[in-house]
Antibody, heavy 117, light 107 residues
């Protein structure tokens, strides 16, 4: 059974870079699934940030594309998110997830990231 | 992008009743539609994928239907643990998008 766990700082200053990692266990990250990042602002709905395939192919939400980068580290069985130039609007719970395409059947528990000075 | 609209915003029902949730899309997207359940403080849980396929371990009181731009999630008889927020999501057209959610609460 696949297990995902987000990690990273819970507080980031405005204009700095948010970096999160998703550790995957119970499933090899380069087996062919899509690995996604989704976020949820306080009291808000879900926003898709993008996908990365185990091969490294990426698909970003155009609204964030200029600021976001995904990467995969197969040796550590983890994938990562970098979001630059953050503002208060980026404050959210960030989830990592696994899907066959974009239907996410496995999720991490989520990590709250607050953007504040 | 495909905009998803969910109705109603809130559905107040009693345990044992039938729940019918609607998701309407601004355009078609190959029927790659999923439904998720989310409870406070938890990650979403995949219920339905491909518009009508139940995910692993999901009880058969949950069913999905629809095609084109109109989709429905039906919960045949509400159990106490079913009171939650439900989101639809399309993953047939990038960027993938979620609906705003329907809250099913206890009447």
């Amino acid at each position: 059974q696949v297990h995902l766990q987000e990690s990273g700082p819970g507080l980031v200053k405005p204009s700095e870079t948010l970096s999160l990692t998703c550790n995957v266990s119970g499933y090899s990250i380069n087996r062919g699934s899509y690995w996604g990042w989704i976020r949820q602002g306080p009291g808000k709905g879900l926003e898709w940030i993008g996908n990365i395939h185990g091969s490294g192919d990426t698909n970003y939400n155009p609204y964030l594309k200029s600021r976001v980068t995904f990467s995969v580290d197969s040796s550590r069985n983890q994938f990562s998110l970098r979001l630059t130039s953050v503002t208060a609007a980026d404050t959210a719970v960030y989830f990592c997830a696994r899907g066959e395409i974009g239907d996410y059947g496995s999720w991490g528990q989520g990590i709250l990231v607050t953007v504040s000075s | 992008e495909v905009v998803l609209t969910q109705s109603p915003g809130t559905l107040s029902l009693s345990p044992g009743e039938r729940a019918t949730l609607s998701c309407r899309a601004s355009e078609t997207f190959l029927n790659y539609l999923a439904w998720y359940q989310q409870k406070p403080g938890q990650a979403p849980r995949l219920l339905i994928y491909g518009a009508s396929n139940r995910a692993t371990g999901i009880p058969d009181r949950f069913s999905g239907s629809g095609s084109g731009t109109d989709f429905t999630l039906t919960i045949r008889r509400l159990e106490p643990e079913d009171f939650a927020v439900y989101y639809c999501q399309q993953y047939g057209s990038s960027p993938f998008t979620f609906g705003p959610g329907t809250k099913v609460d206890i009447k």
